[in-house]
């Protein structure tokens, strides 16, 4: 009787041992799947960190050009207001030297207003007396002083650099009377542009230089 059960005996173990293994096999088939997708998950997670910190690089690198151009734009900035300073200085130094000439070319012009025109000089002991022509040169002379500090102090307070021209009706202001000075001798009168003294066309009847 265990002969005969002997062979059905090896075919249970069989089957058990085969149940066993095609237990373990779907085991492990489906622990496979599990690292695989486990895996799959791992990769997508290491693609999004790679994405993210390249677009993390992009704005970092994006950022670092914006404040790089902030800080050009800064210096350019502070350049100008340096510049401007400067300027704002010159113009002041400008202004300064204007009025200072203006104020002495107006007390110039008083000075010679208040002169009273030249008149015949009383003779003195061993001093001949001045001949009509010598005063008229003498009044000319004086009426040249006065067209020239009314150029300078029209100059000075327009601010118009040697060479400029203008008109009687600018020196007008700083004259005693709306016309230039007429020569008593009969000479015309030649004003010239700013830095040139005036001419009258007697000779005698000029400035000193």
Not at 178 to 207: F, M, R
């Amino acid at each position: 009787m265990m002969k005969a059960l002997l062979p059905w005996l090896c075919v249970v173990g069989l089957a058990i041992g085969l149940g066993w293994v095609y237990s373990a096999s779907q085991k492990k088939d489906a622990e496979l799947a599990t690292l695989r997708e486990d895996s799959q998950q791992l990769q997508k997670l290491r693609a999004e960190l790679e994405e993210n910190k390249g677009s993390q690089t992009q704005a970092a690198s994006a950022e670092l050009t914006r404040l790089r151009k902030d800080n050009e734009d800064l210096l350019r900035l502070r350049n100008e207001v340096r510049q401007l300073r400067n300027e704002k200085q010159q113009l002041a130094t400008q202004v300064q030297t204007a009025q200072a000439q203006a104020e002495g070319a107006q007390a110039q012009v008083q000075a010679l207003r208040a002169t009273p025109p030249p008149t015949a000089v009383p003779a003195q002991p061993g001093v001949p007396p001045q001949t009509p022509e010598q005063q008229q040169a003498a009044a000319c002379i004086n009426n040249l002083r006065l067209i020239d500090a009314a150029k300078q102090q029209w100059a000075a307070e327009k601010q118009k650099p040697a060479g400029a021209l203008f008109t009687t009706a600018d020196l007008a202001p700083y004259l005693k009377t709306p016309t230039l000075p007429v020569c008593p001798a009969g000479g015309t009168y030649t004003p010239n542009p700013i830095g040139i003294p005036p001419l009258c066309n007697i000779p005698g009847h000029s400035l000193a230089k």
